[in-house]
């Protein structure tokens, strides 16, 4: 099983630059490109500070020249957001711009805050249809001249300028939970990028069966990788491991109300929650955060990964994103890298 960084600018305080966010970024890359991770991901989100990325393309385009082995990737395009055509043209030009270093990750989006306001009265179902259309004219695309006449998109004859280093483009991942997602997936040539969130390895097995069931049903289709994405915190002590399950349990509860999308946000600043109002989410207390989630002493992250691994998963992704200071992610990660990943064979292998 191979590693990586899912990693977003986040905004704690008002009283912190956007660009120091940025500069906390590329040390994190930097961090995992060092101890041997295999890819950095970064997801497309707007009008958040909870979670700053409004185009991941120019942050991999800003990391690319930083960067030497590392991949980057995109994880992920929210697809009904997107013109195939466009995609496929900034997805080839950053290609260019990483050397053959991109990897392409599609998604349907999850946050009607974000469907409001740049696709109003779009739905989960319909993001999904105009994924499922997406995904197979970007890959023609970017391997040529290519006409399309669907449902959401009609264009004559075009073809990605410019043309990705990779050849047919890069290697794309889709963002999956239900069968008929990893049926997609697997059907298309895609990779499969899972997260459980906060539900527990009941949930992590359960992704393998439906991947398992996917690939089991499309048998003349290569077996794709699947990558599990999950919050992890690799702790210097239990008590240490105990704060770390408090500052997830809160960031939960925000991921939970951005979700809902019913409390007031102010320059893309959600309004503070009461300890009463997280308290009444119990899904999301530390107890049930530290059972669910990948957080303990490196022995302990250890031991959970290694049950992932026997369950078949290709790549685990370190989700750093916790509203954690920048030093307490940084010592989570570089204990990650060197307590935890020689545990596993080949860390310092770039595919």
């Given at each position: 099983m191979?590693?990586?960084?899912?990693?977003h600018?986040?905004r704690?305080?008002?009283?912190?630059?956007?660009?120091e966010?940025?500069?906390?970024l590329?040390?994190?890359?930097?961090l995992?490109?060092?101890?041997?991770?295999q890819?950095?991901w970064?997801?497309?989100?707007?009008g958040m500070?909870?979670?700053?990325?409004?185009?991941?393309?120019?942050?991999?385009?800003?990391?690319?020249?930083k960067?030497?082995?590392?991949r980057?990737?995109?994880?992920?395009v929210?697809?009904?957001?997107w013109?195939p055509?466009?995609?496929?043209?900034?997805?080839?030009?950053?290609?260019?711009?990483?050397g053959?270093?991109?990897?392409?990750?599609?998604?349907?989006g999850?946050?009607?805050?974000?469907?409001?306001?740049?696709?109003?009265g779009?739905?989960?179902?319909?993001?999904?249809?105009?994924?499922?259309e997406l995904v197979?004219?970007?890959?023609?695309?970017?391997?040529?001249?290519?006409?399309?006449?669907?449902?959401?998109?009609?264009?004559?004859?075009?073809?990605?300028?410019?043309?990705?280093?990779q050849?047919?483009?890069?290697p794309?991942?889709?963002?999956?939970?239900?069968p008929?997602?990893h049926?997609?997936?697997?059907?298309?040539?895609?990779?499969?990028?899972?997260t459980?969130?906060a539900?527990?390895?009941v949930?992590?097995?359960?992704?393998?069966?439906?991947?398992?069931?996917?690939?089991?049903?499309?048998?003349?289709?290569?077996?794709?990788?699947?990558?599990?994405?999950q919050?992890?915190?690799?702790?210097s002590?239990?008590?240490d491991?105990a704060?770390g399950?408090?500052?997830?349990?809160?960031f939960?509860c925000?991921?939970?109300?951005?979700?809902?999308?019913k409390?007031?946000?102010?320059?893309?600043?959600m309004?503070?929650?009461?300890?009463e109002?997280?308290a009444a989410?119990?899904?999301?207390?530390?107890?049930?955060?530290?059972?669910?989630?990948?957080?303990?002493?490196?022995?302990?992250v250890?031991?959970?990964?290694?049950s992932?691994?026997?369950?078949?998963?290709?790549?685990?992704s370190?989700?750093?994103?916790?509203?954690?200071?920048?030093?307490?992610k940084?010592?989570?990660?570089?204990?990650?890298i060197?307590?935890?990943?020689?545990?596993?064979?080949?860390?310092?292998?770039?595919?």
């Amino acid at each position: 099983m191979k590693f990586s960084l899912f990693v977003h600018m986040e905004r704690l305080e008002a009283g912190q630059s956007h660009t120091e966010l940025l500069n906390e970024l590329e040390a994190l890359v930097k961090l995992a490109e060092e101890g041997g991770m295999q890819a950095a991901w970064i997801g497309e989100h707007h009008g958040m500070e909870f979670t700053i990325a409004p185009n991941p393309f120019i942050q991999i385009a800003y990391l690319a020249p930083k960067t030497t082995k590392i991949r980057l990737g995109t994880s992920s395009v929210i697809a009904p957001f997107w013109h195939p055509i466009k995609l496929a043209g900034e997805t080839a030009m950053t290609d260019v711009i990483t050397g053959g270093r991109l990897e392409l990750g599609i998604a349907r989006g999850a946050y009607s805050y974000e469907y409001e306001r740049l696709h109003p009265g779009l739905t989960p179902m319909e993001a999904g249809l105009r994924m499922r259309e997406l995904v197979p004219a970007v890959q023609k695309l970017l391997q040529g001249d290519y006409e399309h006449q669907g449902e959401y998109w009609q264009f004559p004859k075009t073809s990605a300028v410019p043309q990705p280093v990779q050849p047919g483009g890069p290697p794309m991942w889709v963002a999956a939970r239900d069968p008929n997602s990893h049926e997609f997936a697997v059907r298309t040539g895609c990779n499969v990028q899972v997260t459980p969130l906060a539900s527990g390895d009941v949930e992590v097995e359960s992704l393998m069966q439906r991947f398992n069931a996917a690939c089991e049903a499309n048998p003349e289709v290569k077996r794709p990788q699947i990558m599990l994405l999950q919050h992890t915190y690799v702790a210097s002590d239990e008590p240490d491991a105990a704060r770390g399950a408090e500052e997830l349990s809160r960031f939960y509860c925000y991921f939970g109300a951005w979700f809902l999308n019913k409390r007031p946000v102010t320059r893309g600043a959600m309004e503070r929650m009461t300890p009463e109002e997280m308290a009444a989410m119990p899904q999301f207390s530390p107890e049930a955060v530290r059972k669910n989630l990948v957080i303990g002493t490196a022995d302990e992250v250890v031991a959970r990964l290694k049950s992932y691994e026997a369950l078949g998963y290709d790549q685990f992704s370190m989700w750093i994103d916790s509203g954690m200071s920048f030093a307490r992610k940084k010592a989570s990660l570089l204990r990650f890298i060197k307590e935890v990943m020689p545990h596993f064979q080949e860390v310092h292998e770039y595919a």
